[in-house]
């Protein structure tokens, strides 16, 4: 380890800045935000530079650099062009025992900056000992993507019951118990939903009785998207984390399932039509049952569980018996698939207007307003209509809408095996039957479909030569640039 993580508290503190062009803007920002008031000493200064100082009660000489300014500074950062400057700066600031950082020069700092994910009160610092600040970098945005921004909420809440909770548990393993209980518990939960009332009547539930406080379950009906696990949210993701429980259906993907924690129970409760592994009243009462024993129990359903999810009677029952619950949004099969096989479901010139549509066959018929259908302005989307193809394509043909209308069916859309056939009104369904197709499948309807040709990148269409597009030699799109961190 070539230097010890350490967070300074510069609140009110005096921070010697040597330098006033965009580099010391840059680590300026950083000062300020941590309570830091700057002198910066400079013969000339940027004008944001200059307006962060009037804005924070800070200060600025403007002459070159004398080691006289280092009195009474916490610590020191030269960021000027001029290696002699910033050796001075280095040599009388280590002489003082002042920390000091020399901007791209680490052989010459006694501390460096790192990258910083910022959910205050919580904080995080990546450091590559100034070797690899892109890695550096990298890791952070992984870091980024995994933790919510409301950790910092919740870390502020838990921060506002440290004294009552020594009072009550005196014993360090005891409060460790309880905060655990309480971080990765429904009072956590309810925080990072932003219900920090109900949180805290919960917490002090368990203050009032710290023995006799029983698990309370919660479930998470999680949409897990249209297949690609790629297109989970971070929410989702996290839950699934959470879970003790997961009960899954058949549009779940593998890669999907692994992402739950691996000592959760899962639960197959997958449908096909006329054939349903659980029926929906026993998935029901299955999820009531779980949560009534303490456990949290995540619900994962393919695409969004409010499209045609049935999710809305699953929360229904849980509602009625006060079992708490959160709904997690999914990307729904027709946003999905329509952008993976390059076709906009909207667009100006050809459709103001997208239907969602269930195509499922009850008693081998498709009953929907079809004289409802007939728009050359509006798409329609048929979830679940690969049996009933021949019924949705005649039926619209019978109703006014054009036999030369374009037509997609999207099959196992966003995954490896995504496969789109595309024709008409009048001929998809031939296509379809002279192949074998496999649910699940997304028909698209409309003009819209037309565009397909020359929008397509994702899925079975072969990517532009320069990927992402736009791209420049060193793969990240042109005119991009990281800001220096590290050092």
């Known amino acids: 380890m070539e230097f010890l993580p350490l967070f300074f508290q510069l609140r009110a503190t005096r921070v010697l800045l040597v330098g006033g062009g965009k580099v010391a803007v840059r680590k300026a920002r950083l000062l300020t935000r941590a309570g830091a008031i700057l002198a910066c000493v ?4 940027d004008h944001e530079l200059e307006s962060m100082l009037q804005r924070t009660g800070g200060e600025w000489r403007m002459a070159r650099y004398d080691s006289a300014d280092l009195e009474g500074v916490t610590l020191v950062v030269a960021a000027t062009p001029d290696d002699a400057v910033n050796r001075q700066v280095a040599e009388d600031a280590g002489h003082r025992h002042i920390p000091v950082n020399v901007v791209d020069s680490p052989e010459l700092c006694s501390f460096v900056f790192p990258s910083i994910v910022d959910r205050s009160p919580l904080v995080i610092g990546i450091s590559s000992s100034a070797r690899s600040p892109v890695l550096a970098r990298l890791i952070r945005s992984k870091i980024e993507a995994l933790v919510p921004a409301a950790y910092g909420r919740l870390a502020a809440f838990t921060g506002r019951f440290r004294d009552e909770v020594k009072a009550v548990a005196s014993e360090e393993g005891q409060r460790r118990r309880f905060w655990e209980q309480v971080v990765n518990g429904p009072a956590g939960e309810l925080v990072l939903a932003g219900r920090e009332a109900e949180a805290e009547a919960l917490v002090r539930q368990y203050l009032e009785r710290p023995t006799e406080a029983q698990p309370v379950g919660e479930v998470y009906l999680i949409g897990a998207g249209p297949g690609d696990p790629e297109l989970l949210t971070f929410k989702a993701a996290r839950l699934l984390q959470e879970a003790d429980v997961v009960l899954y259906d058949r549009l779940v993907t593998p890669e999907i399932l692994d992402m739950a924690r691996r000592d959760a129970e899962r639960i197959y409760v997958g449908k096909r039509r006329d054939r349903h592994a659980v029926p929906q009243g026993q998935i029901n009462q299955l999820l009531l049952d779980l949560a009534k024993q303490g456990l949290c129990v995540a619900r994962l359903k393919g695409g969004d569980p409010f499209i045609f999810g ?25 946003s999905g698939c329509a952008a993976y096989a390059g076709i906009p479901l909207t667009h100006r010139d050809h459709a103001q207007s997208v239907r969602f549509i269930t195509g499922n066959l009850k008693s081998d018929r498709v009953d929907l307003p079809w004289g409802e259908f007939v728009s050359n302005q509006e798409t329609l989307v048929f979830y679940m209509g690969l049996q009933g193809l021949d019924t949705i394509c005649g039926q619209l043909i019978a109703h006014g809408r054009s036999g030369d209308t374009p037509a997609a069916l999207v099959e196992q859309g966003t995954t490896r095996n995504q496969r789109t056939l595309t024709g008409t009104l009048a001929s998809l369904p031939a296509q379809v039957k002279a192949m074998e197709v496999h649910a699940p499948t997304l028909l698209i309807i409309g003009e819209v479909v037309g565009l397909r040709a020359c929008l397509e990148w994702f899925g079975e269409a072969e990517k532009p030569t320069s990927w992402p597009p736009n791209a420049g030699a060193d793969g990240h799109p042109v005119g991009w640039k990281a800001e220096d961190d590290g050092v």
């Open 310 to 334: 049935r999710g809305g009677e699953e929360i229904e029952q849980l509602a009625s018996h006060g079992i708490p619950f959160q709904v997690i949004p999914g990307i729904t099969a027709a």
């Open 42 to 45: 400079s013969p000339d200064i």
